[in-house]
C-alpha cells in the first residue's frame, strides 16, 4: 500500500534535502582546495601527498555518497537509499525504484567539470514517492546555488547575490513566462551532450547524435528538409545542471540518452514544478500524432522542453507538444537499454 | 613610433580596466533584473513596458558600450577605441589594430546567453599596445567572478566566497600545474562552439566544424586514424569565456574559427599571462613540423591550449605544442576571412 505524508512532513523532507545538499557540496568545495593549493599545504598529510588528482576526486565522490547516506539513514531510518556510487558498485541494472519513499542521490554529477575545476558539477538528491520524484535539490557549490522545488509549492533558485542569499521562483523569466518560438525549434537553446560512447559505427549510438545535432542546427530547408536552425547549441557535461538550466528557461529543449535514475530524478522534480514538460528521447513511429506519454524514470532516454507560458490561441503546455514533436522529427532514436525495460 | 608607458601607468590601467568591468556588469545585471521582474514593477515606466525582450538587450548592450566607451574617453582621451557595437555599425571590416594604445571592448559576449538568463555571458575589455593585448578583464556579472591580467603580473580569478572575495593565480589547478595528457587529446576537455554558420553544404563552415568535433571525439582509431577519445565536449555560447576558462584550466583545448578582436583579445592577454598557447585553428600543410605560430589578433581563426606543467622528458611548451599538432592532425581548415587579411 503507498504510504503518504502529510503537508508538514513533505515541508520537513524538503528543508532537510535542501541543508544536505548545501554541506554535502561544502565537502566538494573542500575537495576542490585541496587541489588548489589552498588548504592543501597546511592539511594534508604525507599519505595524501601522494594520491593524484584523480583518486582525490573518487574519494570526494565516495565521501559525499557516504556522508549523504548516513545523514538521511540517522533521519529517516525507513526510507531506501539509491546512491550512484553504491549501486555502480553492485552488479544489478535493473529497476530499483517502487512505490516506497526513496532517496535517489547523485554525489557529484558533472565529475569530469570537476576534475577539471570548471564550475558546472552538482550535487543531486531526490526524495520519490510511489515512483515519482516529487522533491528535487541540486547545488552547485562553486557557485553557491541551488536549484530545488517541492510538489505544490514551487521551483527555486537560490543564489548569493550582492553578499547576501536571493530567492527567485522558476522559470526565471516568468513575468510574463516566455513563450516558446511559433518556428521552435528555431530561435531556441538546444541542450545536448556527447556522452560516453564514442564508437565510429554508423547506427551507433555517437552517429544518432551527430546526427541529431547537426539536424537540430541547420539551416531550415538544409538535412532534406530536417534543418531546425536552433539559435544555439550548448553542451556543459553535467545531465543533471542541463535539466536545471530547463527548468529556469536559460535552455529551451534538452535530448539526451544513457543517463542513470541519479542523473535526472531531482531536474525531474524541479523541472515538473516548475512547469516543464519531460518525455521520451526516442520517436515514437508517428512523431505527429502518437500520444506524448510522461517519462519513467530510469528509462535512460530523455527529451525535456521548458516551462512556457500561453499566447494567442496557444496554450503553454500545446506549444511544448509542438517543440516536442519538431524535435522528434529531427532526431534519431538512441539504443540505451537496461535490463527489466 | 611605438609609446612606451612606466610599471605604474600600466598598473593604473589595470586598476582602472578592473573596475570598469565590474561597473559595466552592473548594468547587465540591471538588465536581467528588468526582465526577470524583480525591479521591473517598480522602476518600469509605460515606454519600457512594450519593449521586448530582444529590445531590452540590444539596448543594454548599446548602454554598456556607451557607459565603458565615456569612462575610458574620459579618463584616457588620446587612446583608440574599439567596440563590438561601434565597429559592427560602420561598414568597414579592415584590420583596425596598430601600434596605438587601444581599448578594445566586447560590453557583452554570449547575447544569446544573456537572453536566456544562462549565466555564460560577460563583460571583456582589453588594452592592446603595440598590437598586441597585455591588460585583459573578463567579467561575469551573474557570477560574480572576473578574470583578468597584467602583462608581467600574473593572470587572476576573484571569485566572491562565502560572503567575501577570494583571488585565486590561473592557473587554478597550479601545485604542481596539471601536465597536459600523454595521449591527447585523450583525456582532454575539448571546448567548441556550433556558431552562426549552418549552411548545409559540404566543404562550408558546418560541415567543416561537425567533421572536426567528431573526429577529436571518436574512438582510437576510429575515422581513419583521426579519432581523438576526447574525455569531454564543451560548449557554452561564449568564445571569450571558452579563453577564460582555457586559461584556468577547465579546458584543455579550445578550437573556434569567425571570433572578432573584441570576442579575443582580453582572453587571448589572460590566457599567455596565465601561461598558455594560441595559434591558429588552420592546420598548415604539414601540421607534423611546420612553425607554431603566434595567432595574429583579428585572424578570425584560434587554437588554444591552456597552461601545462613540465614532465619528465617534456616541458609544458613542448607539451602543449606536442596537442596543438594533434588537433591539427585531427581538424579540418575554416574559411573565415577579412578584406585585408
Redesign the interface.
Known amino acids: 500500500m503507498a504510504q503518504t505524508f502529510t503537508e508538514a512532513e513533505l515541508k520537513d523532507i524538503y528543508t532537510f534535502a535542501l541543508d544536505l545538499g548545501r554541506r554535502a557540496g561544502k565537502i566538494l568545495v573542500d575537495g576542490v582546495e585541496k587541489?588548489?593549493?589552498?588548504a592543501?599545504?597546511r592539511d594534508m598529510g604525507k599519505q595524501e601527498e601522494k594520491m593524484n588528482?584523480v583518486d582525490i576526486v573518487t574519494q570526494t565522490d565516495l565521501d559525499v555518497e557516504a556522508f549523504v547516506k548516513d545523514e538521511i539513514n540517522r533521519k529517516y531510518p525507513d526510507h531506501k537509499f539509491i546512491g550512484e556510487e553504491t549501486y555502480s558498485a553492485g552488479s544489478s541494472k535493473q529497476y530499483l525504484i517502487d512505490a516506497s519513499p526513496t532517496w535517489v542521490v547523485d554525489p557529484l554529477d558533472g565529475t569530469?567539470?570537476y576534475t577539471?575545476?570548471?564550475?558546472m558539477f552538482c550535487v543531486s538528491i531526490a526524495f520519490v514517492l510511489n515512483s515519482q520524484p516529487i522533491i528535487g535539490v541540486i547545488h552547485q557549490p562553486l557557485?553557491?546555488t541551488t536549484y530545488s522545488s517541492l510538489v505544490g509549492y514551487g521551483a527555486w533558485q537560490d543564489d548569493?547575490?550582492d553578499?547576501g542569499k536571493q530567492r527567485?521562483r522558476l522559470p526565471?523569466?516568468?513575468?510574463p513566462k516566455?513563450i516558446l518560438p511559433k518556428e521552435a525549434p528555431k530561435g531556441c537553446?538546444f541542450s545536448c551532450e556527447?556522452g560516453k560512447d564514442?564508437?565510429?559505427k554508423e547506427g551507433g549510438n555517437?552517429w544518432r547524435k551527430?546526427n541529431s545535432?547537426?539536424n537540430m542546427?541547420?539551416?531550415i530547408?538544409?538535412?532534406g528538409g530536417k534543418?531546425g536552425?536552433v539559435?544555439?547549441?550548448?553542451?556543459?557535461?553535467s545531465a543533471t545542471l542541463d535539466l536545471a538550466?530547463i527548468a529556469?528557461?536559460?535552455?529551451?529543449i534538452w535530448w539526451e540518452g544513457g543517463c542513470w535514475e541519479w542523473d535526472v530524478a531531482a531536474g525531474i522534480a524541479i523541472l515538473r514544478e516548475a512547469g516543464g514538460l519531460i518525455t521520451s528521447a526516442n520517436p515514437p513511429p508517428n512523431p505527429e500524432t502518437d500520444p506524448i506519454e510522461e517519462v519513467r524514470l530510469g528509462s535512460r532516454l530523455y527529451l525535456a522542453i521548458r516551462p512556457a507560458g500561453d499566447s494567442e490561441g496557444e496554450t503553454g503546455r500545446q506549444a511544448q507538444e509542438r517543440v516536442v514533436r519538431e524535435a522528434w522529427k529531427r532526431v534519431q532514436g538512441l539504443d540505451y537499454s537496461r535490463p527489466g525495460a
Chains 1, 2 share one sequence.
Do not use: C, Q
Open positions: 587541489r588548489t593549493g589552498a592543501g599545504a588528482a569530469v567539470n577539471h575545476l570548471f564550475p557557485l553557491d548569493a547575490h553578499g527567485k526565471l523569466v516568468n513575468s516566455a537553446i556527447w564514442r564508437r565510429d555517437m551527430v545535432f547537426v542546427a541547420a539551416e530547408g538544409g538535412r534543418g536552425m539559435h544555439g547549441v550548448r553542451s556543459l557535461g538550466y529556469a528557461g536559460s535552455f529551451d
